[in-house]
């Protein structure tokens, strides 16, 4: 299509995580273990938590939307990845970048909001243990998933739409391993301050709701924790909250230094880096920072394997 006297591109060239021809081939093979591993983790917690009867609890239910996010998450952005090592043309069509930046904002956005749904449930778990089943039903756990699914598709569509209603011209090389808001928008022979406008809005709009409510839900836990008596019974309660908490300082500090610096010190390079921790390492990490401390985790995979061998 012409537009004045430059050509609409119809396909875009990833870069990658580096351009070197002698890293390829060690960085497939670092990040297919990196991507067996969330797989296997992810897929692990999905299982246990749908199969074992004694993991059938909101916290559980909650854990097992996370792994299913983090699986799709990584799962939107490593396969691409791990072929571009391979081959020396790493091209993707003008479409199959729009569907893999929709699905990368479907899962992000999600896991954001599941977070804050999961530190909702420890406040509840901790501060009002009695009303507990009651507060956090199977038909408000099913209600407060719904919701973040349905906002998180809605975001990926506005603002996936936003971004590729605009003109892309002649040079069509992304400085990045996928198809990323930040390095598209670069590119752009468009008035790029409407996307701009609308992914700032959104991404500071959910960061804050969703981190008022989790530094809300932990306030009040650590207040609760403190009141109790016994050393033990403190411990106990920490320990309910010290995976999901861990998971949430790394999530929300890496998006937080992404999105949030000042623009005059932003390096795409520094992106680039942020987003292979944020799209690979922490859907890998996740299952381990759930699994390895819980003792629920660990008892339920030993009765699954137990079962699988007689």
Known sequence: MANGNFTQVIEFILIGVSERPDLQIPLFFVFLVIYGLTVTGNLSIITLTSVDSQLQTPMYFFLRHLAMINLGNSTVIAPKMLINFLVKKHTT?????????????????????????????????????????????????????????????????????????????????????????????????????????????????NLMFSITVVVTSYFNIILSILRICSSEGRKRAFSTCASHMTAVSVFYGTLLFMYLQPRNNHSLETDKMASVFYTLVIPMLNPMIYSLRNKDMKAALKRFLTNSCC
């Open 93 to 205: 069509s003008f479409y199959e970048c729009a569907i893999q930046l929709g699905g990368f904002l479907v899962f992000i956005v999600a896991e954001i909001f599941m977070l804050a749904v999961m530190a909702y449930d420890h406040y509840v778990a901790i501060c009002n243990p009695l009303l507990y089943m009651v507060v956090v039903s199977r038909r408000v756990c099913f209600l407060l998933v719904s919701l973040t699914y349905l906002y998180s598709f809605s975001t990926s569509i506005v603002t996936s739409f936003s971004v590729f209603s605009m003109a892309y011209c002649s040079f069509n090389v992304i400085n990045h391993f996928y198809c990323d808001i930040v390095p598209l928008l670069a590119l752009s022979c468009s008035n790029t301050s409407f996307p701009e406008t609308v992914v700032f809005i959104s991404a500071s709009t």
